[in-house]
């Protein structure tokens, strides 16, 4: 199909056995960027949470797929109907549950840019400028973060897949052959262990289960009052795993955990791991971002001792998800556990040396993920990315320090980074030992989550929990891209009034 004159009409690309036409693809385009547009300028006027019931999207769409075409005009009219108002708005800079995930703007544009150039990275064959782009990305990255450039690596999907690929790594590198014999029915092989806190992220977990390895054989390690991993219980584990006949394999320390953002003390981790001859990995998914701001590099100083870290653009650095970054020192132990090359993947009119990423991964075909990275990081400026850190991690710090001072609140952990764990508890409840009154903790619970469901109500501010010690925390997750001082103004705003409407009486037996 050649060029056609302008303002001819639309050829019905939709007759024939093609694509849709690009003068057809440039109209909706176009269309698409400007509903964007509209929705990132207007996302305010969303709920940050529509109140939704499960079940209750299904039936609003067509039950059978379309026999016929369909206009473009009449898939987006949907799309504004369907999509935006069921959608969860992560974007919307009320939005402080979780981790952010936010989608900023130059990576959106990335994405598509991605979708339009449709690389598959799995070898440099397939995709040359795909694997190179991706090792200058990984590059800038590893030097902004501070690391020295002993770690090498590539993108994934997700912390999981990069804390699984690891650990893969390490069982390989610790010498029990899985990749090739697997672990069943193997009398010459003690059960491998692998160590992290009881805070650590539960794909640790499952990367053990995945691998082989077990649930059972995940060894969660005590912490301390600051929710950070005991070196000391890690040593007395892992001398009675030894004694026990046990084969540890890896500690993996978590910088940055998703309850607290605790960080684990990597020094003196890195410190046995090193005279245990233990693979250490650092899962920093979200704490490892703060390394970009030079001042707050000490935070995580020792990670660079580890054998491999990951850390998640696609969290605080507000890429568009998904983009996990896996640095290691040790490639070869990656490949050893990973590479599995049968001849129709053989390039056969290589000259030079390349890599071939898939070797290093248990999935075969990849996203052009470093793209979106690269689009991002020259529209930020490292400057940029710096700028906003440091500048979430202020006003949580401020937010943090606010919240203490009020005699109704208490901020149950350390907040290094941007996250901040808070609990209502009336000061009329006095000292502390209340809370050691089964009853009265329970209906303090009560009250906090009835708190943050109203904020959540409001559709303003979206906050989400978790249990610290047992008891019922709110956690306050700034960091967003598009996040203001006015947003986490209103968020404590929004639990003040909340609280001031509790009316529980924790005098009542
Ligand atoms: N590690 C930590 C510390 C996390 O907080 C999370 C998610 O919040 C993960 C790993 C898992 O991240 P992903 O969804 O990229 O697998």
Known sequence: MGPREPGAAPEDWTAGNGDMDPESFRAAGHRIVDILADYLGSIEEFAVLPQLEPGSIAPQFTQAAPEEPESIEAILADYRALIEPN????????????????????????EFLTAGIGQNTFLWRTSPVGTELETVVVGWLREALGLPSTFDGFLTD?????SL?????AREAAGLEAASRGLAARADVASPRVYASVEAHSSIDKAAMTLGIGRANVVHIPVDESFRMRADALMAAIEH?????????????????TNTTAIDPVSAIADIAERE?????????????????????????????????????????????DASLLLTTRMEALRAAFSHVPEYLRSLDQTGPVRDVSEYTPQLGRRFRALKLWVMLRAF????????IAWHVEMARELAARIDADPDWVVVAPAPFSTVCVRWYPAVLG???????????????AANQAIMEAVNRTGEVLLSHTRLD???????????????????DLAWELLRAAAADQTIDFDQP
Do not use: C
Not at 292 to 312: C, D, M
Not at 381 to 388: P, S
């Open 87 to 110: 959608a969860n708005h992560w974007s919307h800079p009320g939005f402080m549950a979780w981790f952010p995930s936010a989608n900023a703007a130059p990576g959106v544009l990335g």
């Open 165 to 169: 690929i690891a650990l893969g790594a």
């Open 241 to 257: 795993d030894r004694s026990a006949g046990h084969r540890p394999i890896a500690i993996v320390a978590t910088l940055g955990t």
């Open 470 to 488: 047992g008891r019922f925390t709110i956690r306050l997750a700034l960091g967003h891209i598009r996040g203001e001082q006015r947003h986490v």
């Open 381 to 388: 400026g490292l400057a940029g990315m710096r700028r906003r």
């Open 431 to 445: 000292a502390p030992r209340l809370v050691d009154d089964p009853v009265v903790a329970e209906r303090l619970d």
């Open 277 to 321: 001859g233990l693979w250490l990995h650092v899962d920093a998914a979200y704490g490892g971002t703060a390394a970009l701001v030079p001042t707050l590099r000490p935070l995580l100083a020792g990670w660079e001792r580890a054998q491999s870290i990951v850390v998640n653009p696609h969290k605080w650095m507000s890429v568009p998800f």
């Open 158 to 162: 997700t912390a999981s897949t990069s």
